[in-house]
């Protein structure tokens, strides 16, 4: 099957590629499985125009009816927040498709959607990665395994904090995918400004930012480069308070026997429930950073 038979990429997401006008690609996964209703309709709004305020056109990515969107209107975007929809994983596509199924797409599933639609930068919250406790679970999210071989850049806060980071950070240096920091040197923790790990390199503008993009491209790897944005220090979720939350959910994730792909939506929903709010907050703030940055980036191109 070629591209038209199975992507269908909206008509103003086409004609911006064909003139070569910046798009940035966004995941639909964050707004069906990690923000809570109705907010995550807002959301999903509120980053198209930040995306168009930004000079780029946004294509939201999803499986709707068995094929792959690439742009949604404004009703496909209500039907990624109504809820009910599966998590689509880029291994789940060929099933959803045969099966005439709807999913939002993951990060791995919106990389490989994108990069076939020629979308060169990708905007998200934070990236899957190693969970703590990998050496039982063998819990490692496909996100990675799909970045080593796609070469998008994807514009995120780090990897979500409830993950094992040191051990992630390892996994991408293994898997060939570059980090660069944007403004900083230390490794964004998602919730948290800092990880509390350092990254190897620092851009400081998207026009630099856009330079290591081109060479990327000069040089030709398979690999995604993954440019990690730090949320606002004063948008951050208490230190402390994430700490003792995280455990918690950590806790609860155990005693309740989640496991796959459920895990990752249970401790952002159990976050958000026990912390008030706050975690919820500086997700949207963090998601919202790196959507400006990615439109900014994709208009330096
Ligand atoms: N970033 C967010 N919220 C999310 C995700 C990313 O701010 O919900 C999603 C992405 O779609 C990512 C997925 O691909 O979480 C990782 O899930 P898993 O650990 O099951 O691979
Ligand atoms: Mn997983």
Redesign the pocket.
């Known amino acids: 099957m070629s591209y038209d038979d199975v992507l269908k990429v909206s008509e103003e997401v086409r004609e911006a590629l064909a003139e070569g006008r910046p798009v940035v690609a966004l ?1 639909s ?2 707004i069906a ?3 809570p209703r109705p907010r995550n309709l807002r959301v999903a709004t509120e980053l198209e125009e930040l995306v168009r305020a930004g000079g780029a056109v946004p294509a939201t990515v999803a499986v709707l009816d068995g094929r792959p969107h690439v742009g949604l209107d404004k009703d496909q975007l209500e039907r990624i927040a109504g809820g009910g929809l599966r ?1 689509l ?1 880029h291994r789940d596509l060929p099933m959803a498709l045969a099966a005439g199924a709807s999913g ?5 599933a ?1 990389a490989y959607l994108a990069h076939w639609a020629d979308i060169r930068v990708f905007a ?6 190693v ?1 703590r406790g990998w050496t039982e679970t063998q ?1 490692e ?3 990675l395994a799909l970045l080593s071989r796609t070469p998008v850049a994807v514009v ?1 806060a780090g990897v ?1 904090s409830i993950l094992d980071v040191p051990a992630t950070l390892q996994r991408l240096e293994t898997l060939g995918i570059g980090v660069v920091g944007y403004g900083t040197d230390r490794f964004p923790g ?1 919730y948290l400004a800092d990880s509390g790990e350092p990254v190897d390199w620092t851009v400081h503008t998207p026009e630099e930012a856009a330079d290591v993009l081109r060479s990327h491209d000069a040089i030709g790897p398979d690999s995604a480069l993954i440019v990690a944005n730090p949320v606002p220090e004063a948008e951050q979720l208490d230190p402390e308070l994430h700490d003792r939350v995280l455990a918690e959910a950590l806790a609860a994730c155990r005693e309740q026997g989640i496991t ?2 459920a ?3 249970f401790l ?1 929903d159990h976050l958000v429930r026990h912390t008030g709010g706050a975690s919820l907050e500086a ?1 949207v703030a ?2 919202r950073g790196n959507v400006r940055l990615a439109a900014a980036i994709a208009a330096a191109l």
């Open positions: 995941e996964t964050i499985h990690g923000l998590k994983g939002a797409t993951t990060v791995s919106t998200t919250g934070g990236l899957g990665g969970h819990d999210s496909a996100d995120c979500k998602f796959g792909q895990v990752t939506p952002l997700n963090a998601v």
